[in-house]
């Protein structure tokens, strides 16, 4: 059983910085393109990060560009997303996923998702 378990959410400051992980079992997730979306009230889910099986290749929502970093550990099976300078802007429910694609961009192109962390930015 496929398993995707995000955590780090929370309530921060504008200004301030948010970890998120994001835990994957049940298969080998080394070979699987990573992604990071989010989805605020009455909106519809964004393409935010986005990792090769590799991590050698990156893709970023232009709104982060500069202030979001994903990341992956694939011994730990494991994909995180570092996010500095928040703004109120980028409060929503961020959600993991994983694609059976070695890349992959849209959200239909990712296979499996976790359930998702509220990460909430005051002014």
């Known amino acids: 059983q496929v398993q995707l378990v995000e955590s780090g959410g929370g309530l921060v400051q504008a200004g301030n910085s948010l970890r998120l992980s994001c835990a994957a079992s049940?298969?080998?997730?080394?070979?699987?393109?990573m992604g990071w979306f989010r989805q605020a009230p009455g909106k519809e889910r964004d393409f935010v990060a986005a990792?090769?099986?590799?991590?050698?290749?990156?893709n970023y929502a232009d709104s982060v560009k500069g202030r979001f970093t994903i990341s992956r550990d694939n011994a730990k099976n494991t994909v995180y997303l570092q996010m500095n300078s928040l703004k109120p802007e980028d409060t929503a429910v961020y959600y993991c996923?994983?694609?059976?694609?070695?890349?992959?961009?849209?959200?239909?192109?990712?296979?499996?998702w976790g359930q998702g962390t509220q990460v909430t930015v005051s002014s």
């Open positions: 996923a994983a694609s059976r694609r070695p890349s992959a961009y849209r959200a239909y192109e990712y296979n499996y």
């Open positions: 049940g298969r080998t997730f080394s070979s699987d393109a």
């Open positions: 990792t090769t099986w590799s991590g050698g290749s990156t």
